[in-house]
């Protein structure tokens, strides 16, 4: 049976995606093809990463903390134009790599973006599961940073963005207007069994030079055989995977 691809039905009635993700490298990892598809069709599209990666170095004794973060995020705006996205649509809140809590100060910063951008969906990371199962074999940690990117975001969706008596600054200060947004997209759901599916195979190759741009994050190798492998669902295709919830 081949798959279904579920881009129309998710995607046809919206102009306006906003995508909440914890590290610099997660908007091309998980959801690259469906960014460069969404624009391709014209819609608009806000990335943001919540921290700057800057303690991905692992063993490397030749970068500080302070340094790799700067590389990072340059990598980020690097590789979301490779998408086609415009450098204004592209955020870093600069939030310490591992140091992100889920606290009512980071819930206002993802509400700021959600009023000012107006988004119809959000794009977000697994809130449900601190271990990832792609199979009943394969399973991995669900980042601390994902985990309370997911938390925070579905908090600022509801009730914080749309209710006025939350951060009334975004209203006096930046002359905001509450916002409210009622679907949500969430990665890492690859076991669950109502997991949509979006294809990206014509986006394929801006998908992999997207990547390629995280340079310092992980090699050409890792690129191919794990990040571009997993979208290879059916012969001579490529599909991203995200799990759809109304709230
Ligand atoms: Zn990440």
């Not at 990072?72 to 134009?81: N, P, S, T, Y």
């Not at 951008?117 to 599961?129: A, E, G, L, R, V």
Request: proline share 4%; aromatic share 10%.
């Amino acid at each position: 049976m081949s798959i279904k691809d579920s881009f129309s039905e998710i995607f046809d009635n919206k102009n306006r995606v906003l995508i909440i993700l914890g590290h610099p490298d997660d908007n091309e990892i998980i959801c690259g093809g469906i960014v460069a598809r969404l624009l391709a069709e014209g819609k608009k599209v806000r990335n943001v990463a919540m921290t700057n990666g800057g303690k991905g170095f692992q063993n490397r004794t030749d970068v500080s903390e302070k340094e790799y973060s700067e590389i990072r995020k340059f990598e980020q705006v690097e590789a979301g134009k490779e998408l086609g996205l415009a450098e204004e649509n592209i955020f870093n809140l600069d939030i310490p790599d591992g140091e992100l809590e889920d606290t009512v100060e980071n819930i206002g910063k993802v509400v700021f973006h959600i009023r000012q951008f107006k988004p119809d969906i959000i794009i977000t990371q697994n809130p449900f599961d601190p271990i990832n199962a792609f199979n009943s074999e394969i399973h991995w940690v669900n980042h601390r940073d994902h985990r309370h990117t997911a938390l925070i975001t579905i908090d600022a969706a509801y009730p914080y963005s749309r209710d006025r008596g939350f951060f009334p600054e975004h209203f006096t200060k930046y002359n905001l207007e509450p916002h409210e947004v009622s679907e949500l997209l969430f990665s890492d759901a690859y076991a669950y069994p109502d997991v949509r599916y979006f294809d990206i195979t014509k986006y394929i190759n801006k998908k992999r030079n997207a990547l390629l741009k995280h340079k310092n994050a992980f090699t050409p190798e890792i690129v191919e055989e794990e990040f571009l492998e997993e979208t290879r669902l059916e012969s001579g295709k490529n599909f991203e995977r995200l799990k759809y919830i109304k709230i």
